[in-house]
């Protein structure tokens, strides 16, 4: 029943992005032509011209949701807050429409901690974000969790603004 809710919840999504786009005219000074909305192959085109898929126009677009790829995390937690679950459950409903697609999770920590504690924090991290998924319709076999703890901080220096930044999942598609 919840993969259905989210896969209609995708096909309205992808219906209202349809629609915003125009017959004609243009858009940023260039011109936008009206291809349908199926090129025959299953693929959806509503103006993105021949050989586009709309996946391909949902992961490139930058007014996308599924452009923002990193979950961040408080000090010494793997809670996911209210703000990311949205985010999650718009990357779920990609993932339950296009059951090939396969993502890895890296999970991270800032540097405070042992190397084996910040290796277990990032991969509890991960696993937190796997399970929205899951329980949003993913397959576990569209999921591949890898933590590297403090070992690829996101900002230098020894300040909370750089381990804020350091303390995240990032969402790696394949």
């Known amino acids: 029943m919840k993969l259905s809710i989210y896969r209609l919840v995708t096909v309205v999504l992808i219906a209202v992005l349809a629609g915003c786009s125009s017959k004609g005219g243009t858009k940023d000074g260039a011109a936008i032509e009206d291809r349908g909305t199926s090129a025959g192959d299953g693929a959806v085109t509503s103006g993105l011209g021949s050989g586009a898929s709309f996946e391909s126009y949902l992961m490139d677009n930058p007014d996308s949701p599924l452009q923002s790829r ?41 540097e405070r901690g042992s190397r084996e ?18 329980l949003n319709g993913v397959s576990s076999s569209q999921v591949t969790i890898v933590s590297y703890g403090e070992e690829k901080p996101a900002a230098d220096g020894n300040s909370e603004p750089a381990w804020r930044l350091s303390r995240r999942v990032e969402i790696i598609y394949q």
């Open 117 to 134: 504690y910040n290796i277990a924090l990032g991969e509890r991290r991960a696993v937190s974000v796997q399970r929205i998924l899951e």
């Open 70 to 110: 990193v979950i961040y995390f408080e000090y010494d937690s793997a809670e996911i807050t209210g703000a990311d679950i949205d985010l999650l459950n718009a990357h779920a409903g990609y993932l339950g429409a296009n059951p090939g697609q396969r993502i890895t999770l890296e999970g991270h920590t800032d």
